[in-house]
């Protein structure tokens, strides 16, 4: 029986070292020395007696059998809809997040809804304080087990003996396998973990769910080789200041990484937000200049969301470009068409662009909304409540067709919206509909519109 042996190798240049030190000798650089295994002890990390191995060979494309998949139903339709239709069986998903955003919370709540077996293993909490958080959200719940464990060993006998539909890891960064002699949450720590939870996963098609851990820069802890080696990698954001959480897909080999779903933070867990664009949306019964409202689509949904703009003198001589929630790049693009083509001076103006429930949006279809909060601002007239946008702005001041249009109408339609501007060129299947669609093909024609 081979032992386990491990060496440091350098993951900038690849050398190779007998053991740790500060600074690569090769290359120069520093701390980038980790321990990596080179031959495994042969010792079996989960049951795979039930598993015939056969070696696999070749097909033709024309010779592999295509058979629907099938996907485990999670209860929530914001995560379904995130993850393509559901949980695919023998799926690694990688959930990351700030501190305290709600990553456990969700995904508990998910456990104890299912009507499957599920294994919920926590690294960071104990029975009782999870039981506390279950306390709040659904006391009841027979078919979820809580089991507080760090080792991986220990992790699998549990798992042979319940034998769960769906394994929930909380979080890979507190596990550690006795192959590995590092601190767990190191680099190799991780690696190997999650190499494990892979072919368990992967032979007993059952879904693994790990929460992740993430870095000051907001990219996920560990190497950058565990978001290689899962399948699907959502991330959780919001603003804690906010009751609104957005789930988004960063890779998805079994759906689009397009879609988005929406959570409101309450005292009994996560709510799913089924019709988030009224949520998007203030309900002011006074007219407030700077205010735009804007058709974007988040993969198969469209969202109406509210654009404020903020425009005044600059007092300390170089004007400010603030925006949140919008590319700062893109922004300071649309003020200089505005200067160029539409003879508006804001170079000498602060300008500071918000969107509201603090999402982020990077659709180009809300250019015009953009520039038609900064426009009401500035001149602190009002856009007539009722009127919404949904078109791209080029650097002639022309009025671009954007995708989906149908959709984004569709839903301006359903909350009440009487009129739309649309680019001129967009090509417009709808054959009825209560909305006015104002086609226009450049930001002239907007201005006349809305400001006379």
Known sequence: MAKTKTAFFCQNCGTQFP??????SSCKEWNTIVEEVVQKEDKKSWKTDKVAKQANKPLRVSEITQEKELRLDTLDQEFNRVLGGGLVPGSLTLLGGEPGIGKSTLLLQIALKLPY????????????????RAN?????SENCYILTETKT?????????????LVVIDSIQTLHTDYIESAA?????IRESTAELIK?????????????HITKDGTIAGPKILEHMVDTVLQFEGDRNYVY????????????????????????GLREVNN???????KNDEDLSGTAIAATVEGMRPLLIEIQALVSTAVYGTPQRSATGFNAKRLNMLLAVLEKRAGFKLGAKDVFLNITGGISVDDPAIDLAVMAAILSSNSDIPIEKGVCFAAEVGLAGEIRPVQRVDQRILEAEKLGFSTIFVSKNNKIGLKKTGIQIQKVSKIEDVIAHLFG
């Open 200 to 212: 368990f996963a992967k032979e007993s098609h059952t879904p693994v769910i790990l929460v992740g």
């Open 276 to 282: 988030p664009s009224e949520v998007l949306i203030s």
């Open 136 to 140: 709040r959200i659904q006391p009841n």
């Open 19 to 24: 053991k740790w030190i500060g600074q690569c």
């Open 245 to 268: 959480r957005i789930l988004r897909s960063l890779k998805n080999r079994f759906g689009s990484t397009a879609e988005l779903g929406i959570y409101e933070m309450q005292g009994s």
């Open 185 to 189: 949450g190191s680099i190799s720590q």
């Open 153 to 165: 060993q220990n992790i699998f006998q549990q798992i042979s003996t319940i034998e769960p539909d």
């Open 117 to 132: 077996k599920i294994l919920y293993v926590s690294g960071e909490e104990s029975q009782r304080q999870i039981k506390m």
